[in-house]
């Protein structure tokens, strides 16, 4: 499929920034990894194989009995004796952290949280959960929250904002100063009231902030649909009678969507942000969800175990620092003062 020119050269842009570029690839393969959190952090094996047969207990639950054991509940992998009669009939491939986020240790040398070893790459929280299983969750949920935020917000805000662009008059007069009153309020408050109000979940969570994260991108189309809704195509379209929607969509928001992507990596570190901030003072995803701002909260609480904190700091900062520069470098992109041979850094 053939590439338009001033795509190829934002493009090779895009790519010529090294910062941007490799921060990319680095943040898409985190996600990437995390997506698959079950295969890399699970206190189940991936697969087993016990007289013959294969099991996949990541997809389904197992009684003790299925193993040779006594017990008709669900298997404990990483019970000795479990393991013992697992190695006897068979074999099993265990992930590379064999705990998952709600796991406990209970096989600790000391009370939790424990530090760093061999079984436990970061440690444990104060629950005995392995902080490197709940790191991975955590990620995850935080990526999809923001992404699922950031889209839908998107999409409600271009819509606004090309409603009031391009109609202009009483719908501009009467949004813009709706947006004024509505941004005016206090929106960490009234998203703590509402959290401590229902009980918070990742849809409840998403809908609540979904409220105000729209605004951000108003300002940014409102003006591309002010400033080329009077231009010579869009008179000469109207002539001919195509109708307003076309014109809205098929005319105007490609140019609009041009300021409005530069913003979009932006958006998503403060969506990312704000999840962090209301789970860090407990108004966030449920109690025991693995999350990066629980995990600052037990950061501290628990002063005694510094790699608590520094694992929270580190994974929020790197993130936020990776979407930073990708977004530096999608602004650069789409900037047509820039030139190819000045991104190179």
Do not use: C
């Amino acid at each position: 499929m053939p590439v338009a020119p001033l795509t190829k050269r934002r493009l090779d842009s895009f790519r010529a920034n090294r910062r941007g570029w490799w921060s990319l690839w680095i943040f898409l393969l985190l996600f990437v990894v995390s997506l698959f959190a079950e295969f890399v952090a699970n206190s189940k094996p991936i697969v087993v194989s016990y007289d013959g047969a294969f099991y996949w207990p990541i997809f389904q639950a197992y009684p003790e009995t299925t193993f040779g054991g006594e017990l008709p509940t669900e298997t404990d992998y990483n019970d000795p004796y479990v393991v013992r009669l697992i190695e006897d009939g068979g074999w099993m491939v265990k992930p590379p952290v064999r705990y998952n986020h709600m796991s406990v240790a209970w096989d600790l040398p000391q009370p939790a949280p424990s530090p760093p070893d061999a079984q436990h790459w970061l440690g444990t929280d104060d629950q005995a959960r392995d902080v490197t299983a709940r790191l991975v969750y955590g990620f995850r949920i935080s990526v999809l929250f923001g992404l699922t935020l950031t889209i839908l917000s998107t999409i409600i805000g271009v819509a606004a904002g090309a409603l009031q662009g391009y109609f202009g008059g009483w719908t501009d007069l009467l949004l813009q100063r709706f947006m004024e009153i509505w941004s005016g309020l206090p929106q960490l408050f009234l998203l703590i009231i509402l959290a401590a109000i229902i009980t918070p979940n990742f849809w409840w969570l998403l809908g609540i902030m979904l409220l105000f994260s729209w605004m951000s991108l108003v300002g940014v189309v409102r003006a591309e649909f002010l400033r080329a809704r009077n231009f010579d195509y869009v008179r000469a379209a109207r002539a001919l009678g195509v109708g307003d929607g076309t014109i809205m969509f098929r005319h105007l928001l490609p140019n609009a969507m041009v300021a409005t992507l530069t913003f979009l990596p932006f958006v998503l570190s403060g969506s990312i942000t704000t999840l962090t901030a209301l789970d860090f003072l407990g108004f966030g995803l449920p109690p025991g969800s693995a999350s990066l701002g629980e995990l600052l909260a037990q950061g501290k609480a628990n002063l005694q175990a510094p790699w608590l904190g520094l694992t929270g700091f580190f994974a929020i900062a790197i993130m936020l620092t990776l979407l930073v520069f990708v977004g530096e470098a999608v602004r650069d992109a789409f900037d047509p003062r820039k030139h190819q041979g000045g991104f190179g850094r």
